[in-house]
């Protein structure tokens, strides 16, 4: 009997062969490593027949090699069950992981010969290409994206069994996650950190979409999960980093940086990334990821992207909001004024690098020929900052989704660096932050940018996560008061798109807008 002091709980196998059970589920390991047929943990009645004499006997089964199994007898399986193989993955959990890719990002259609026009960066195709390649070799893969991938399809189809199956799925892959990290298995396996790495990253992922849709009854377009999470001010991130993402962060600095430029591993250590840095911006904490070691290594032999630039001037800006905060309210002396000088000349680097990344870098695209890349920097450099929503959307979300972030984390240095110098005057021989333009120009052009990720089924639910987060920027800049007092149209223009996004007489307005960009792979 099960949990009685004295039995084994050990699988029937085991117990037959006298074999120490490692109690692994749903088959024991010893069994899967001998190459025998585990017996499962159920403890089935036994009848004994007593004869006159007082005794009885039964007959025990011998355990059997797998490879002297013929025809075995058909039973049914749940279509998550993990036991499935590559050779026989049931229709429906391949169909799981389908409709999960749909949901988050949406098969990329090119127009023409417009080679230009990103949906999602290569490293997410890249990622997906890894899940299914790794699914059937590794149980603790296989469980996080079948736990995800059953609740949100589950949630998508109002079916509560699958939802639930879904929940139950991430219940085992914790189980299996934790005994990977005991350090015995740490120094045993070689590759368990790749495994732990995508095996996180997707009961991420599932903590965050539960978190979003906690109901199954909520079935709301991304305009109307926007209206909601804007009108609460719950478009930050914050209440989502003690999970997964923060552990799994924790766990990559114990790594070395040079190994994250493995290809496989490199796809997994972008989107992290990607992730991680405006949350560590919300909760003004420097991270190591702005080390020189961590904007290098990961990099070595390889390109970095037009996104993985932008990424590295957004890497400095927790560690200068960090020690801004201990400076603001530090006593005037010496040691404050020596770590002012410091700040000061960060923000000079930051900004000096934003001026690079807006002039140079963001054009430098593979898929860009010559001539569209000189034709863009030209309009990039004539035309109102405002006014480019619409002309870098011909280039794919992903490349609006870049210029939106690298605007917000313009909102954040120059909100920041006025203050500083009323606190700590720089001296006549030192350079400082001047910003190009307003506030709110930068406002607007965020504003004015999201309606093309608000179209259902055309984005992905990656992009629609992503697009919260410059947005978060933008609304704390228009509640901060002294900006309010600039008097500054662009605030007011901006604050009226964002707070009429998704209501009546606008959402016919953003159809037709995405709609015409959806057809034909041309903004508005």
């Given at each position: 009997m099960v949990g009685v002091p004295g039995r084994s709980k050990g699988c029937h196998t085991c117990r037959r062969r006298k074999k120490k059970c490692d109690l692994q589920r749903p088959m024991c390991g010893n069994c899967t490593r001998g190459k025998f047929e585990c017996a499962g943990y159920n403890r089935d009645m036994i009848v004994v027949q007593v004869n006159q004499h007082g005794k009885g006997t039964y007959k025990q089964q011998a355990p059997?090699?797998?490879n002297q199994i013929s025809d075995p007898p058909l039973r049914h399986m749940s279509p998550t069950d993990i036991r499935h193989r590559e050779l026989n993955r049931t229709t429906f959990e391949l169909e799981c992981f389908g409709c999960l890719r749909s949901l988050l990002t949406p098969p990329t259609q090119r127009h023409g010969n417009n080679t230009?026009?990103?949906?999602i960066p290569a490293f997410v195709d890249e990622w997906w290409a890894q899940i299914y390649q790794?699914?059937?070799?590794?149980d603790m893969i296989r469980c996080s994206m079948l736990c995800v991938s059953a609740y949100q399809v589950g949630h998508t189809r109002r079916d509560p069994s699958l939802r639930n199956r879904g929940a139950e799925l991430y219940s085992e892959a914790i189980r299996v996650m934790s005994r990977a990290l005991s350090p015995k298995q740490l120094m045993k396996v070689e590759s368990v950190t790749f495994e732990l790495e995508m095996a996180a990253?997707?009961?991420?992922l599932h903590e965050y979409?539960?978190?979003?849709i906690p109901y199954i009854e909520e079935q709301k377009p991304p305009v109307a999960r926007f209206r909601k999470y804007y009108d609460r001010d719950e478009m930050r991130f914050s209440s989502r980093e003690k999970g997964h993402l923060a552990g799994i962060v924790k766990y990559m600095q114990s790594q070395d940086p040079a190994s994250y430029a493995e290809p496989a591993r490199h796809q997994i250590f972008v989107q992290l990334r990607q992730f991680w840095l405006p949350l560590c911006i919300e909760s003004r904490t420097g991270t190591y990821l702005a080390t020189e070691e961590w904007l290098t290594k990961p990099w070595q032999g390889l390109c970095k992207s037009y996104y993985d630039t932008m990424l590295d001037t957004v890497a400095r800006i927790p560690g200068m909001l960090q020690l801004w905060d201990t400076l603001k309210t530090a006593v005037r002396g010496p040691e404050a004024d020596e770590r002012a000088s410091?700040?000061?000349?960060v923000c000079f680097d930051i900004g000096s690098e934003f001026e690079k990344w807006h002039h140079d870098l963001a054009t430098a695209r593979p898929s860009?020929?010559?001539?569209e890349a000189s034709a863009l920097r030209t309009q990039i450099n004539t035309l109102a900052l405002e006014d480019l929503p619409q002309i870098l959307i011909k280039h794919g979300p992903w490349y609006l989704y870049t210029w939106m972030m690298?605007?917000?984390m313009r909102i954040v240095l120059y909100c920041t660096t006025p203050l500083m110098y009323l606190r700590f005057p720089p001296t006549r021989s030192e350079c400082i932050v001047v910003a190009p333009t307003s506030i709110g120009t930068y406002c607007l052009s965020i504003a004015r940018g999201v309606k093309y990720f608000l179209q259902p089924g055309q984005v992905g639910i990656l992009m629609e996560m992503a697009m919260r987060m410059p947005v978060s920027f933008v609304q704390k800049a228009l509640a901060d008061p002294r900006l309010k007092a600039t008097g500054d149209p662009k605030l007011d223009e901006a604050e009226m798109i964002l707070k009429t996004v998704g209501k009546v007489g606008t959402e016919l307005a953003i159809r037709e807008t995405c709609g015409q960009f959806c057809m034909t792979g041309t903004g508005s």
């Open positions: 059997k090699a797998i230009s026009v990103d949906k790794q699914a059937s070799r590794s990253y997707a009961l991420a979409l539960r978190q979003d410091v700040l000061r000349a860009f020929t010559p001539n690298h605007w917000a």
